[in-house]
């Protein structure tokens, strides 16, 4: 069974410039969830989707964050303007139920310079 | 607001020894907890989930026990071998108003010697 993909797993782009990330989840979870994670430190919610429905997005930046999940499988979130502070790395997850076990993809490691 | 705190932040012990890593929660009302390892540069991988009915979960050479009452899990990781380096999080699913929040502790860096 395939795992959750993310993918750019690396994008390196200049600050003001917009970037997106995308996530397919486990087939048949129908939560998901954007984590952001800085070095050294445990990953921060961003915003949790049971289905298409985005449940929880009060850690969201929705002055230059914004996210989607069209059907209620794939996922993208989107960046613009990107900030020199937003360089981290970006993981998606999902379980299949909202207290269920977690399980996440490889991140996307994002450099804003 | 749930916190969780894992201590010690950074462990370096010789091949072979019995080791524990732990993990507190300020908030005892939990769906569950989940113990992840993360190697670098990469995702997390799900090591054990504990529900907060049991005390206990195992796998292969990893042991985790979950105190709800007193908010702790350890994770104990017997005979440990240099494939273990990784940093090691804990994370919560919360109830009440933080419903559905998995929220983690900081993670504990292992580093096994040969």
């Known amino acids: 069974e395939a795992g959750v993909v993310q993918s750019p797993r690396y994008k390196i782009i200049e600050k003001k410039q917009p970037v997106a990330f995308w996530c397919n989840p486990i087939?048949?979870?129908?939560?998901l969830y954007w984590y952001l994670q800085n070095l050294g430190q445990g990953p921060e919610l961003l915003i949790r989707?049971?289905?298409?429905?985005?449940?929880?997005d009060s850690q969201l930046p929705k002055d230059r964050f914004s996210a989607e999940r069209l059907k209620g499988v794939d996922s993208t979130l989107k960046i613009q303007p990107a900030e020199l502070g937003d360089s981290a790395v970006y993981l998606c997850?999902?379980?299949?139920?909202?207290?269920?076990?977690?399980?996440f993809g490889e991140g996307s490691r994002l450099t804003v310079l | 607001k749930q916190e969780v705190t894992q201590i010690p932040a950074a462990l370096s012990v010789p091949e072979g020894e019995n080791l524990v890593l732990n993990c507190s929660f300020t908030d005892s009302a939990i769906y569950n907890l989940q113990w992840f390892r993360q190697d670098p540069g990469k995702g997390l991988t799900s090591l054990l989930l504990i529900q907060s009915s049991q005390r206990e979960q195992t796998s292969g050479r990893l042991n985790a026990s979950l105190d709800k009452s007193s908010g702790r899990s350890t994770l104990y990781i017997a005979a440990s071998q240099p494939g273990d380096s990784a940093t090691y999080l804990c994370?919560?699913?919360?109830?009440?108003?933080?419903?559905?929040?998995?929220?983690f502790g900081q993670g504990t860096t292992l580093q096994v010697k040969p």
């Open positions: 087939s048949g979870h129908n939560t």
């Open positions: 989707y049971e289905n298409e429905e985005a449940v929880d």
């Open positions: 997850a999902s379980s299949l139920v909202n207290t269920g076990e977690l399980f």
């Open positions: 994370a919560v699913l919360s109830r009440g108003e933080n419903t559905g929040k998995l929220i």
